[in-house]
């Protein structure tokens, strides 16, 4: 009976409470500790979505940036080929009318000038004569289509007018 009296000791009492306020107090330590941990965890997570977040925010703005700069080049594009008046608009519009017309003048005057200092084409060989006018005729119709191209490519389309302008 000495073993009950033992465990009926105030002695055994206050060990075996110790002992089990100590392993109370460690579970609650522990669990304690779990929520801690928990907490930083999600704290841990909330930041990482939170960069994650933050990062795919900047990289949206980069685009939107992007767009909208892209989107103001073409705008001031579009702005800086209206004319600024009518009149401007006119002589633009005629530029290179008068440049051809020009050209042709100061390319008859070439040619009239060298048939009046050379004779004409009388004082030459036949051969001479048709290997000039094979030149001529080549020259002037490659040229013609060179300026007429050019004149035409260089004009805008009323169906790009109107997309640019949305």
Do not use: C
């Not at 704290?43 to 990289?59: E, F, V, Y």
């Amino acid at each position: 009976m000495w073993i009950l009296d033992i465990l009926g000791s105030a002695g055994f009492g206050t060990l075996l409470g110790g002992v089990f306020g100590y392993l109370t107090k460690r579970e609650e330590r522990a669990n304690l500790q779990m929520k801690l941990d928990h907490e930083i965890n999600k704290i841990k997570t909330q930041t990482l979505a939170s960069i994650r977040i933050a990062k795919m925010g900047i990289q949206e703005a980069k685009v939107a940036g992007s767009l909208a700069i892209g989107k103001a080049e073409a705008d001031a594009f579009v702005e800086s080929q209206k004319p600024t008046s009518k009149w401007a608009a006119n002589i633009k519009s005629m530029i290179r009318p008068v440049i051809l017309g020009l050209l042709m003048y100061q390319s008859y005057s070439i040619i009239d000038t060298l048939e009046t200092i050379s004779g004409g084409l009388e004082t030459l060989p036949s051969e001479d004569i048709m290997s000039l006018y094979k030149i001529i005729v080549l020259s002037v119709t490659g040229l013609t289509a060179t300026a007429v191209g050019w004149y035409f490519a260089a004009r805008s389309s009323k169906q790009f007018d109107k997309l640019l302008e949305k």
